[in-house]
């Protein structure tokens, strides 16, 4: 692990003051659906959990896609009880956020982008009838990460792109390369509850990683002028215009 962030330093841009109309416009009057892909339980904790924990307080429905069960994340145990405790821990993550946990049920370290993989994926995304949907950076050094992107984007595609799609950043440095956010959220107000849901994850000992989570907070915060703040990449090509971002 790296004993400090080199995060590139970037102009930050305006930060809407409602989660909801940051990514689905000033003229959201309904609850939106907002799924999380994360590669691995804690994935999505420690990359937007401050995010969704925000989506969630405005009365937004968050649902949160594991994309396998964590089997490979223990090296003192077997796949069967690495994948129970994992699934175990996600479910008390998503609830400590207010979210509801769904497994895509690919294995760690094992996942694929195949033609048949690619259609359950769309399937399953398309049944969550999403308006945003928010997955890994596809410049990372782990595969699993790099397929959950893939997946994901082939899925907008597939749906027309007919919802926003948003990319997080997980370890920038170490895992997350080229990662040049458009859009910065405040989780200043969240950061304790992000922090609940990434130590559920007790099998991968967060002492171990959340502290480099915490300074990625703080620098991202500083190029937004923020107290701590998640970054994130909002494609906008030919988004319809209920669901563009805010304004650059």
């Given at each position: ?60 429905n968050v649902t ?13 145990a077997g796949s ?169």
């Open positions: 692990m790296a004993s400090a962030l080199r995060l590139p330093t970037f102009e930050p841009r305006p930060v809407s003051p409602g989660i909801g109309q940051t990514f689905a416009g000033a003229s959201t009057n309904r609850s939106l659906n907002v799924i999380c892909v994360g590669a691995h339980p804690d994935d999505p904790e420690t990359g937007c959990g401050g995010t969704l924990a925000k989506f969630i307080a405005e009365g937004h949160i896609v594991y994309l396998t069960r964590g089997e490979a994340g223990l090296r003192t069967e009880t690495a994948s129970r405790l994992r699934t175990a821990e996600a479910l008390r993550a998503c609830e400590l956020l207010g979210a509801t946990a769904v497994f895509a049920n690919q294995i760690d370290g094992q996942t694929s982008t195949e033609r048949e993989r690619v259609q359950q994926f769309t399937a399953l995304l398309e049944s969550l009838d999403p308006d945003i949907a928010f997955t890994h950076w596809p410049l990372d050094t782990h595969r699993d990460h790099r397929n959950t992107a893939q997946l994901t984007y082939e899925a907008w595609q597939a749906l027309g792109e007919s919802f926003a799609l948003v990319y997080y950043e997980v370890m920038t440095g170490v895992q997350t390369h080229h990662f040049e956010p458009n859009c910065f959220i405040d989780v200043s107000s969240t950061s304790p509850q992000k922090r609940s849901a990434v130590y559920a994850h007790v099998c991968q000992n967060p002492d171990r990683f959340y502290p480099y989570h915490e300074e990625m907070e703080r620098e991202r915060g500083s190029q937004a002028h923020l107290p701590r703040a998640e970054a994130f990449v909002v494609v906008r090509e030919r988004l319809p215009k209920p669901f563009l971002p805010f304004e650059m």
